[in-house]
């Protein structure tokens, strides 16, 4: 375990979390502005949680944490460590049936507090598609701070897409 919060655990991936993962991630709409395709095969999903439940969350690149409520994988966060220790990168996904609870904005402010209290991370930064409004929503309503706009930055999906960039100072998080 690497944080609880009032509901949810932030923890390391585990193999009972497959179908959950594979599951979540079949869902089109969920799968829509990340870096994958739905569907999410049980095989692809299989190979994927074992690379997660072997990473080292304290090395630079990416880890991903697991989002637990009474047991239950409802999603994941993303972390993309700098190389210098000090700054990362976020992302977040949660199942349709677990949105709009409140849990995603749990996870990450319970992520956030264990990276800028218990790691002493100097800032985290974000960027999402503008149209996926309820993550960016997410991020102001956490204290992330809009940092900017990219219009038609990122060729993604077959489409040029225009990017929010969302910044947060371990200074700000106090």
């Known amino acids: 375990m690497f944080t609880s919060t009032e509901r949810l655990t932030v923890r390391r991936f585990r193999a009972q979390d497959v179908a959950a993962f594979s599951a979540y991630r079949s869902v089109p709409e969920v799968a829509r502005y990340q870096s994958w395709d739905a569907p999410f095969s049980l095989e692809k999903a299989t ?47 949660l199942a349709p049936e677990y949105q709009g609870k409140g849990y995603a904005t749990e996870a990450v402010r319970g992520l956030l507090n264990h990276l800028f209290v218990e790691r002493n991370l100097h800032r985290v930064s974000a960027e999402c598609d503008t149209r996926n409004l309820a993550s960016a929503q997410l991020l102001r309503r956490i204290g992330f701070r809009d940092e900017g706009l990219r219009l038609q930055n990122t060729w993604f999906k077959g489409e040029w897409t225009d990017d929010f960039f969302f910044g947060l100072l371990r200074s700000d998080w106090f």
Do not use: R, S
């Not at 949680?49 to 944490?65: E, H, I, R, S, T």
């Not at 999603?75 to 996904?93: R, S, W």
């Open 47 to 93: 190979a994927t949680v074992q690379g997660f439940a072997n990473g080292d969350p304290l090395a630079a690149g990416w880890f991903q944490y697991a989002i637990d409520l009474d047991g239950v994988l409802i999603g994941d966060l993303g972390l993309n460590l700098a190389e210098n220790l000090m700054q990362a990168e976020l992302g977040f996904t």
